[in-house]
């Protein structure tokens, strides 16, 4: 099924279209990932337990900056509810002056953070190009240590977010927190940023993994 090109400036329509870009992708498979973008001081967050190909644009939640959906903005469809996820978007819009917040549920992601102890660390990959540094706000080099934080999964996704924002504290360059055994937010200035290197991590860790299995370090050091 086609879908017509969205209006870049509509966040109703940009979150649909995105997610049903992550199902495609198979980074939010059933009704798993979410996704959250802020415009004017209001938060767009994808709901909960929905399938992704499927939200719709006036299924959205507008949010305040406390988390309560604004006044006449409740999604049409009866029944839906605010995406389990909404606290840890929060960490990177509260923390971050976030323009956007991802969750992935990709295998890649799962897989590197189970590969690692307390962080994923790459170099000497050109994709690295892609992250930014969160306080620099500059691009990381080919030869710079990409580093993600691996934070412990919970039974329930709001109790991960004291851990979340903790990570953030002791990580302030990062751009994303692993989840092990359960996914990754990345965050970003803009949707587009977040979204870029949202797809650049999977790269690197797509691309982690089959090295792994060659025999190849992620790092020079590891030679």
């Not at 839906?80 to 323009?99: D, H």
């Not at 797809?199 to 860790?205: A, N």
Request: charged share 25%; aromatic share 8%; proline share 5%.
């Amino acid at each position: 099924m086609s879908h017509p090109p969205q209006n870049d400036n509509n966040p109703r329509e940009l979150i649909p279209e995105l997610c049903r870009e992550f199902y495609r992708l198979g980074w939010a498979t059933g009704t798993g990932g979410g996704i959250s973008i802020k415009q004017d001081g209001i938060y767009y967050v994808a709901p909960s337990g929905v399938q992704k190909e499927r939200i719709r644009p006036e299924d959205v939640f507008e949010l305040d900056e406390r988390q309560e959906v604004r006044t006449g903005s409740c999604p049409v469809r009866a029944g839906l509810k605010i995406s389990e996820c909404t606290p840890l978007f929060f960490n990177a819009y509260r923390m971050r002056n976030a323009g956007a917040c991802l969750h992935s549920h990709s295998q890649h992601v799962v897989l590197v953070s189970m590969l690692c102890d307390k962080e994923f660390r790459i170099s000497h990959i050109e994709m690295i190009k892609g992250i930014q540094n969160a306080e620099t706000k500059k691009a990381l080099g080919y030869r710079d240590t990409l580093v993600v934080p691996i934070i412990e999964n919970t039974d329930f996704e709001k109790d991960l977010t004291a851990s979340m924002a903790a990570c953030m504290e002791a990580y302030p360059q990062t751009n994303a927190v692993l989840v092990r055994r359960h996914g990754i937010y990345v965050w970003g200035d803009t949707w587009q940023k977040a979204k870029g290197m949202a797809e650049c991590l999977e790269y690197l860790m797509e691309l982690a993994i089959r090295m792994k299995q060659l025999g190849l370090p992620w790092t020079p050091e590891e030679k």
